[in-house]
């Protein structure tokens, strides 16, 4: 447990809420008393930083905003502190082709969505079942580049996301880690899920950058998640918990695990009944 928790990080999707829906009243409740008491609160995410994501505390009806926001899984990160956010490099063109062509068969023997993040790039292929929610989610078109990888890769970006069916993302990792597992990495955000970037990027990473930007102890921060993403910053902060119905590899990591699951407010209640009450804040 942390003695004096300075900030808190988690991630957003089955974390703190379901994709797209409304903070559970355990968590707006945890979230007004920590920041009431200068408790930093910020979100980590593998979403691009946006103004769909600056704007995510007024979507919830919070009268405040997150003091900081790490996205694209670590590369890049924002807080109220410095004006300008920081940003990974991005992936250049020629590197986007080259994995493209190489998980082609692979792409098309299952219909693979695949679409580039970061960079302003919404370059996207085979645009159905979950590319089509997370349009209709996130409010904007993917721009349509079907069997034309050299068209996909006209901007660079900062990772490649290919959506699946579990038994073709056991492909992919298989076949791209075999070439690539020198340079790349995959993390796996949701089920079905096969994110490709750099190594060494990773929200654990964006929250050590951050951490070290504001002269803040990793061992004074609480951090919350779910899944294979959220790994590395549930182990590098001073305390990591995962989600009840969180992914078993994530539950490993995790330093405890909450009683109840996303959708119940796991992570305010959790936040209310182990710090909260016992520091007489409420």
């Given at each position: 447990m942390?003695?004096?928790?300075?900030?808190f990080?988690?991630?957003?999707?089955?974390t703190?809420?379901?994709k797209?829906?409304?903070?559970?009243?355990?968590?707006v409740?945890?979230?007004r008393v920590?920041h009431?008491?200068?408790?930093?609160l910020?979100l980590?995410?593998?979403r691009?930083l946006?103004?769909?994501?600056?704007d995510?505390?007024?979507t919830?009806g919070?009268d405040?905003?997150f003091?900081?926001?790490?996205?694209m899984?670590?590369?890049?990160?924002?807080?109220?502190?410095?004006?300008?956010p920081w940003?990974?490099?991005l992936?250049d063109?020629?590197?986007?082709?080259?994995?493209?062509?190489?998980?082609?068969p692979?792409i098309?023997?299952?219909e693979?969505?695949?679409?580039?993040?970061?960079?302003?790039?919404?370059?996207?292929?085979?645009?159905?079942?979950?590319?089509?929610?997370?349009?209709?989610r996130?409010?904007?078109k993917f721009?349509?580049y079907t069997g034309?990888i050299?068209?996909?890769?006209?901007?660079?970006?900062?990772?490649?996301l290919f959506?699946t069916?579990p038994e073709?993302?056991?492909?992919i990792?298989e076949?791209f880690l075999?070439?690539?597992?020198?340079?790349?990495?995959?993390?796996?955000?949701f089920p079905g899920?096969?994110?490709?970037?750099?190594k060494?990027?990773?929200?654990?990473?964006?929250l050590?950058?951050?951490a070290?930007?504001?002269g803040i102890?990793?061992k004074?921060?609480?951090t919350?998640?779910?899944n294979?993403?959220?790994?590395e910053?549930?182990?590098?902060?001073?305390?990591g918990?995962?989600?009840?119905?969180?992914?078993e590899?994530?539950?490993?990591?995790?330093d405890?695990?909450?009683?109840?699951?996303c959708?119940?407010?796991?992570?305010?209640h959790?936040?209310?009944?182990?710090?909260?009450?016992?520091k007489?804040?409420?």
């Amino acid at each position: 447990m942390i003695e004096n928790i300075r900030a808190f990080a988690a991630d957003i999707d089955m974390t703190l809420t379901a994709k797209g829906s409304d903070l559970p009243e355990a968590t707006v409740e945890a979230f007004r008393v920590m920041h009431e008491n200068g408790i930093l609160l910020g979100l980590a995410t593998g979403r691009e930083l946006n103004k769909r994501l600056y704007d995510q505390a007024a979507t919830w009806g919070l009268d405040y905003q997150f003091d900081f926001l790490i996205g694209m899984n670590g590369g890049m990160i924002w807080d109220r502190f410095h004006e300008e956010p920081w940003l990974m490099d991005l992936m250049d063109q020629e590197t986007m082709k080259e994995i493209l062509y190489y998980l082609k068969p692979v792409i098309d023997q299952y219909e693979v969505s695949v679409n580039a993040e970061g960079g302003g790039n919404n370059a996207a292929m085979n645009i159905h079942g979950e590319l089509i929610s997370s349009m209709i989610r996130r409010g904007f078109k993917f721009d349509d580049y079907t069997g034309d990888i050299e068209g996909f890769c006209e901007k660079p970006c900062c990772k490649l996301l290919f959506r699946t069916t579990p038994e073709a993302e056991a492909v992919i990792r298989e076949r791209f880690l075999a070439r690539y597992s020198d340079r790349f990495q995959i993390i796996g955000s949701f089920p079905g899920t096969v994110e490709v970037m750099e190594k060494g990027i990773n929200k654990g990473t964006g929250l050590q950058r951050f951490a070290e930007m504001n002269g803040i102890d990793m061992k004074e921060i609480i951090t919350f998640g779910d899944n294979e993403n959220d790994n590395e910053m549930l182990i590098r902060s001073g305390w990591g918990v995962c989600l009840k119905d969180g992914q078993e590899i994530t539950k490993a990591v995790a330093d405890d695990i909450t009683e109840q699951t996303c959708l119940e407010g796991g992570v305010g209640h959790y936040l209310i009944d182990k710090y909260l009450k016992p520091k007489h804040l409420m």
